[in-house]
């Protein structure tokens, strides 16, 4: 069964400075990773995803991740934080296999704070 | 395009008393997947179906819950003889296929059992 480790439950960081926010997982399968970001009282939005070839995803809002297969890792950076990235961000998987449907399998989540 | 639609955004319900959640999937889009999402805690998936089909429940309560996804009309999660613990957050998603295919939510129904 698969499933999703978000070390850090919550990240404090100063405006402008860079952020990581840690993802593994497990899987006896090969995978597909997605970063969400929720805002407060909000859906879901897609941040980026990891389906295949490079294993740097370059995403929206600044933010990218690398798919460390490995370490089975996903850990989600941005270089330079604003106060707007304040929100919850969720890391994701779900099977690849062929045949497979994308029952996608979410972390506890990581609330990521920005001080001004 | 609308993205995916989800009514009543939130949903005040008595212990006893049904709940029907409703989700409009982004048009164009035939799949469609419920999550639940407790306070402070991430999201768990619940259901999974296509037009008029059950893919997976095995995320779904073995009582009082059910899902539908009918060939016209929004699809349904129904909570029926609420109870306090059913008080989440209950999202939808919406894609066009499977297999990495990028889900979409909706901004969520909020449910409040008294």
């Known amino acids: 069964a698969q499933s999703v480790t978000q070390l850090d439950s919550q990240v404090p960081v100063f405006e402008e400075a860079p952020v990581e926010l840690r993802c593994n997982y497990s899987s006896s399968v090969s995978v597909y990773l997605f970063w969400y970001v929720q805002y407060p009282n909000q859906g879901l939005q897609l941040l980026l995803k990891y389906l295949s070839g490079s294993t740097l995803v370059k995403g929206i809002n600044g933010f990218e991740a690398e798919f460390n297969k490995s370490q089975t890792s996903f850990h989600l950076r941005k270089p330079s934080v604003h106060i707007s990235d304040t929100a919850e961000y969720f890391c994701a998987v779900s099977d690849s296999a062929p045949d497979s449907y994308d029952k996608v399998i979410f972390g506890p989540g990581t609330s990521l704070s920005v001080i001004p | 395009n609308a993205g995916v639609m989800q009514n009543p955004r939130h949903l005040v319900r008595r212990r006893g008393q049904e709940a029907r959640l409703r989700c409009s999937p982004m048009?164009?889009?035939?799949?469609v997947y419920w999550y639940r999402q407790l306070p402070e805690e991430g999201l768990k998936f619940m259901v999974y179906?296509?037009?008029?089909?059950?893919?997976?429940e095995s995320g779904m309560p073995k009582e009082r819950f059910s899902a539908e996804f009918p060939k016209e009309g929004p699809s349904i999660l129904r909570i029926q003889q609420v109870v306090r613990g059913d008080s989440a957050a209950y999202f939808c998603?919406?894609?066009?296929?499977?297999?990495?295919?990028?889900?979409?939510f909706g901004p969520g129904t909020r449910l409040l059992v008294l």
């Open positions: 048009k164009g889009h035939s799949h």
């Open positions: 998603a919406s894609s066009r296929q499977w297999g990495g295919e990028t889900q979409y």
């Open positions: 179906l296509q037009k008029e089909n059950i893919i997976d």
